[in-house]
């Protein structure tokens, strides 16, 4: 079941505890009976053809069902063509969901042949004009009851909360329904601006299915495209990590470093990517590790050094530890790469003593400067193992993130002569 609802304005976040489900064999074997269901009505114009990553003729059985588990649908409802444009050039989405078969034909002349088209027909939403095979009928929830209603509804279900001013409860509800029948029922929330979007794709951390943009403003899609690549990245082998060997751990007397304290705990081998220069960030552990009995553990912080000092942040960009602040994303890495965004909620910046880590790859030198305290780790592996900046000593090999770009204002650019030291 996919369901549609959207929101007249930006709803404020409210904590939730993330509802956990237990599936039996017969609600899978539901699960996969309803989508080779739903593929066997929508044949030609099948959701998974309307997911802008499939490639139906070439993806593979595994491929597909991976896509099915973990794909997001993105959809834009407009009237402009600018935004459908947009949509195209920025890869966010080539379905369009339009009013009649002049807009398709408008629309249709300058899309590419895998674009597709779908249109609202009363209680319907049809896969295409000249087919007769409905996407979705529509439920319009105006009340409690009426999320009720389309929870207990079978096949496919567009939702219009519209007319409502909640959105964020009923989309956890509507998740947490989804869960609770085995993905029997899945929902795809119509929304107005890209900042919805994401709190749509947020809701019990897991999210609604997908989302469909009703816009004629051609920024709001462009802003949706940078959701459509965060939500595509997380979880990803994003950052390239290589093993080095430790030259140097020198005591630097004292200096101002930086704890990011986040909004998400950190788990064993995840931290953050921090160096003296762009060209080698080290994977500093978060303090989610045993104190053994001197402190407590900081699941959510990192100490990452000095603060002069790189950290990596999302879309390949990097910032200051000193310019950090509250409400700022960093990027959460593990071990493997794979990356997650995470909220910052406080910079703790402290006078401590410091610790200069000096490491060599290839005859390049890289290198970081933290706090030299027991507390503050290195990863040394793919494992997630780490080992304190008090007992490292050269030979030791550790993780770093080696970059061969210059950076202006934190972004990448190339450059013919540039050096750091």
Known sequence: MVVFFSSSRAPSHIETRAMTTTRTTTV????????????????????SAFRTNDKATTTTKKKEEEDEEGEKTFWIETTSKACVLAAMESGCSKTFVVEGEATRERFARFAPSDARFLHRDGARVMASFSSGDAIASIVTVREPEDVATARK???VVLV??????WSIIPAENLVAASAERGGEVEFIACVKTSEEALEQLEALETGVRGVVLKTDDEKEVRLLAKVVQKIRNRGRA????????????????TGDRACVDCSTNFKVGEGLLVGNFANGLFLVHSECLSGEGYVNSRPFRVNAGAIHSYAQMPNGRTGYLSELKAGEVVLRVNAKGETEEATV?????????????????????????????????????????????????????VLIKIS???R??????????WYER
């Open 28 to 47: 899978k074997v539901l699960r996969r009976r309803f989508r080779r269901s739903v593929a066997a009505i929508t044949s030609s114009s099948s959701l």
């Open 408 to 417: 202006h204002t934190g972004i990448a650019i190339d450059e013919d002569t």
């Open 160 to 165: 219009d909360v519209s007319a409502n001013d």
């Open 238 to 253: 994003n950052e390239k990590l290589e093993t080095v060997k430790v030259t140097n751990v020198k005591n630097c007397g």
């Open 153 to 155: 509804q079978s096949g």
């Open 404 to 406: 061969k770009q210059a």
């Open 345 to 397: 909620g406080r910079v703790k910046t402290e006078r401590r003593s410091m610790v200069l880590v000096e490491a060599e790859k290839d005859g390049e030198t890289y290198s970081c400067l933290l706090q030299n305290a027991e507390t503050v780790r290195l990863i040394c592996n793919e494992n997630g193992e780490a080992k304190s900046v008090s007992d490292l000593r050269k030979g030791d090999e």
